[in-house]
């Protein structure tokens, strides 16, 4: 309609006083409880590996599109080094520093090689139809998608308390606003926030 008015195809813009509120989507996690229901599970087969690979995801923060192109080149020493196929821009994770170090152990489970794992992970449609099978063994929400373990890793590490520039680092966010739209901040965020906040004015 802006548009429009400029080439005076119309006069005036009927929507040009209307302001379209910004809409804040919550968006889905898996709780710490249900991420460690998820480690212990026994899995096989297919099952087995597209676990890996949501955990996978919970570990780094990484999108789908760049866990399935993921090869062990991007594996330096200790380092995950990727260029995001979204934006182009690439993300350093320090998995050794991430949830104890559980992405590099699924690597070693892969022979040393996450290649062994991400070339077998399947389109994402698949993947969504053997994860929701998975999930709902361990009471996740159903509306819970393969995307989610993005959600988790920023909410996860806002629980432990991480700086949100750090989680913003991670995640690859261009926006400090699009990193607080996928880190959920819950009571637990809150109370593990302000907990370091009184240990640091008790001298501890």
Same mark, same amino acid.
């Given at each position: 309609l802006n548009e429009a008015k400029k080439r005076d195809l119309i006069s005036t813009n009927p929507f040009e006083r209307f302001r379209i509120q910004q809409m804040v989507s919550k968006k889905g996690y898996i709780t710490s409880e249900q991420l460690s229901k998820l480690e212990r599970m026994?899995? @096989?087969g297919r099952d087995d590996i597209v676990r890996d690979a949501f955990l996978f995801g919970c570990y780094t923060g990484l999108r789908f599109s760049d866990i399935t192109s993921l090869r062990q080149d991007n594996i330096q020493?200790?380092?995950?080094?990727?260029?995001?196929?979204? #934006?182009g821009s690439t993300v350093e994770i320090p998995l050794a520093e991430l949830f104890g170090g559980?992405?590099?152990?699924?690597?070693?489970?892969?022979n040393g090689n996450i290649g062994n794992? #991400? @070339?077998k992970i399947g389109s994402n449609q698949s993947v969504n139809k053997v994860l929701r099978g998975i999930l709902d063994k361990i009471g996740a929400d159903p509306k819970i998608t393969f995307h989610s373990s993005r959600h988790t890793c920023? #909410?996860?590490?806002?629980?432990?308390?991480?700086?949100?520039?750090?989680?913003q680092k991670i995640?690859?966010? #261009?926006k400090m606003q699009t990193t607080e739209i996928y880190r959920e901040v819950d009571r637990r965020t809150i109370q593990n926030t302000l907990g370091k906040l009184k240990r640091k004015s008790n001298g501890k």
């Open positions: 026994q899995l @096989k020493g200790e380092w995950l080094v990727k260029k995001m196929q979204k #934006t559980k992405a590099l152990a699924i690597i070693s489970k892969y794992l #991400t @070339k920023a #909410t996860l590490l806002g629980q432990k308390g991480v700086d949100i520039a750090v989680v995640l690859g966010h #261009t």
